[in-house]
């Protein structure tokens, strides 16, 4: 856990603006790319409470953005059903900066380019905390799930 003002991303500054309480926690990165469950194992913490933020679109070219724990696969077809499609697909990674903001690594659901309809996996109501993109590699947010779902205007939808 860092100690001390956060850096100063859009997520930091969203969360500060609407008053949600949040903790941030940095760790090392290098030039490779780092998943959840390998974040989880560098901050010392159970994989399934670092949740990764997927950007796909439909069949009608449509962005949508699903969050899930580090440690679970989004089922497609669940994901499709959830959005109204007939299917979903994550985009190339050549896209995630021009339409989210973020590159990958550093893909937050909170404080994208532009609102995306997004979904949360339904395990996360049972969870107090959890982790998510602070909009930088290396740096996470903690927040309560009821928290993310709101700056994100998030729905709950089993994704796995």
């Known amino acids: 856990m860092s100690a001390g003002a956060p850096q100063k991303t859009n997520v930091v500054r969203l969360l500060e603006s609407m008053g949600i309480p949040f903790e941030v926690a940095i760790y090392p990165v290098g030039e490779e790319h780092v998943d959840a469950v390998s974040v ?3 901050l010392g913490v159970p994989a399934d409470i670092v949740w990764k933020t997927l950007v796909a679109r439909d069949d009608r070219e449509r ?10 696969e989004l089922d ?3 994901a499709a059903r959830t959005a109204g499609a ?16 973020y590159v990958r690594g550093g893909c937050s659901p909170i404080g994208m380019k532009k609102k ?11 969870y107090e905390r959890i982790y998510v993109n602070a909009g930088a590699r290396g740096m996470q947010v903690i927040v309560s799930p009821a928290d ?13």
Do not use: M
């Open 40 to 42: 989880a194992r560098e």
């Open 116 to 126: 995306l309809p997004t979904w949360l996996e339904e395990i996360g109501t049972t």
């Open 86 to 101: 007939r299917s979903v697909r994550l985009i190339p990674l050549k896209e995630l900066l021009p339409l989210t903001g």
């Open 148 to 160: 993310l779902a709101r700056v994100t205007d998030a729905a709950w939808a089993d994704l796995v």
């Open 76 to 78: 497609q077809k669940k």
């Open 63 to 72: 962005a949508l953005v699903f969050c899930i724990p580090g440690n679970l």
